[in-house]
C-alpha cells in the first residue's frame, strides 16, 4: 500500500538547486500515490485568493496536485491570511509546497514560516553554500549518492577545475562516477576535465600569484575567449590573493590546526602556504590594492574590462617579487 504524500511542505533558503530537489520530491512522492499528479507553480505575486481557491479546489476527478507556492517571501497578509484558511480544511489528493527564502519584510512573510511549521508541514532547509567546507560536503554526498567515492587530493581537484556552481558540481561528480567506475582521484579529475579548469578563473589566478607571466596570460586568453564572466575571474584572483594573505600573516603551522582559527579547510590552507613562498608583506599589500581596483574596474568602473583584468594580472605577477 502506497503511503499518501505529505499535504503540506516548507522549503526554507535560497540554494536553487537544493529547492529545485525539494519540489521534485514533494511531486515524486505525490506520484507515488497517483501516477496522474501534476505540478503546478505559481510566485505569490502573481496569485490571488480567489485564485489560489481555484488551485487547491478538488477537481472532478480527484487528481493528485502538487502546487508550488514560490518567492512566499513576498507574500502579502491578504494572500496569507487565504493560506492559513486552506490549511484548515485542506482537500484531499492536494500537496502544498511553499518556498520561502526565510526573510520577508512584511509581517506576514515574516510570520508564515512559523505559521506553516505550526500546521505540521514536511520541512526542507536549503541554505546557500557559502563556506568551502559545505562545498566539499556536498561534493563528497553527490559522488556517494552516485555510488562512488573521491579522495582528498581528487576533491581540490574538482573544486578547482569546476568552481563553487552546485548545479556543475553535481554534474560534474555524477558524470565522474560514471567516467571513472566510481573511485575518483586527483588523476581522474584532471583526465576527464582537462583545460576545464581555463574556463573558471582559478587557473588565471593560481598562475598570477604563482609568478608565471607566460602561463597566466595564456589561461586569461582562453577564459576570455570562452567567455567567462569579467566578474568572476576578477574574484578567482582576489580569493588567492586574500587566501595567501591571511595564511601568511597566521604564520606556518599545521593547517590540521589553523583550520578552525582561519575558517578555512586544512586542503586551503595547505595550498596557500605553498603559493606563499616567494611573496613579500610589500608585495601582498600591493597585490591586495590590485585585486581591490579591479572589483571596481569589472563592475563598471573601467571602459574596458578586458584591459582591466590583464592590467591587474599582469600587476599582480609584478607584485609578486616586491618585498
Not at 536549503?126 to 554526498?141: D, G, I, Q
Not at 579547510?265 to 596557500?272: D, E, F, H, N, V
Amino acid at each position: 500500500m502506497t503511503t499518501a504524500p505529505a499535504p503540506l511542505h516548507l522549503v526554507t533558503g535560497e540554494e536553487e538547486l537544493l529547492i529545485e530537489r525539494a519540489v521534485r520530491a514533494a511531486l515524486d512522492a505525490a506520484k507515488a500515490a497517483d501516477p496522474t499528479a501534476d505540478l503546478t507553480r505559481m510566485r505569490v505575486s502573481d496569485l490571488t485568493p480567489p485564485l489560489l481557491a481555484e488551485l487547491v479546489s478538488p477537481s472532478l476527478f480527484a487528481e493528485g496536485r502538487v502546487i508550488v507556492l514560490e518567492s512566499a517571501q513576498d507574500i502579502s497578509q491578504e494572500l496569507s491570511d487565504a493560506v492559513l484558511a486552506y490549511l484548515k480544511a485542506p482537500a484531499e489528493g492536494i500537496v502544498l509546497v511553499v518556498v520561502h527564502s526565510g526573510g520577508g519584510r512584511s509581517k506576514a512573510a515574516k510570520a508564515l514560516p512559523g505559521a506553516l511549521k505550526k500546521s505540521g508541514a514536511e520541512i526542507t532547509e536549503c541554505p546557500k553554500l557559502t563556506k568551502p567546507a559545505e562545498r566539499e560536503a556536498f561534493v563528497r554526498n553527490e559522488v556517494r549518492r552516485a555510488g562512488g567515492k573521491i579522495d582528498g587530493a581528487g576533491l581540490l581537484a574538482l573544486l578547482d577545475s569546476v568552481g563553487s556552481d552546485l548545479r556543475e558540481l553535481s554534474s560534474a561528480a555524477t558524470q565522474l562516477v560514471a567516467d571513472t567506475g566510481g573511485a575518483i582521484d586527483e588523476q581522474a579529475v584532471r583526465r576527464y576535465h582537462t583545460g576545464r579548469a581555463d574556463v573558471t578563473g582559478f587557473a588565471v589566478a593560481e598562475k598570477a600569484v604563482a609568478g608565471d607571466r607566460a602561463a597566466a596570460l595564456e589561461s586569461l586568453r582562453w577564459a576570455m575567449q570562452l567567455g567567462v564572466p569579467h566578474v568572476l575571474v576578477a574574484d578567482a584572483l582576489a580569493d588567492a590573493v586574500r587566501t595567501i594573505a591571511r595564511v601568511s600573516a597566521a604564520g606556518r603551522g599545521n593547517p590540521n590546526q589553523m583550520a578552525g582559527e582561519l575558517g578555512m579547510p586544512p586542503w586551503k590552507i595547505r595550498k596557500a602556504q605553498g603559493q606563499s613562498r616567494g611573496w613579500g608583506a610589500d608585495g601582498l599589500a600591493e597585490a591586495m590594492r590590485i585585486v581591490a581596483r579591479l572589483n571596481a574596474d569589472v563592475k563598471g568602473a573601467a571602459a574596458d574590462s578586458n584591459y582591466a583584468l590583464q592590467r591587474a594580472v599582469l600587476d599582480v605577477v609584478a607584485a609578486k617579487g616586491d618585498r
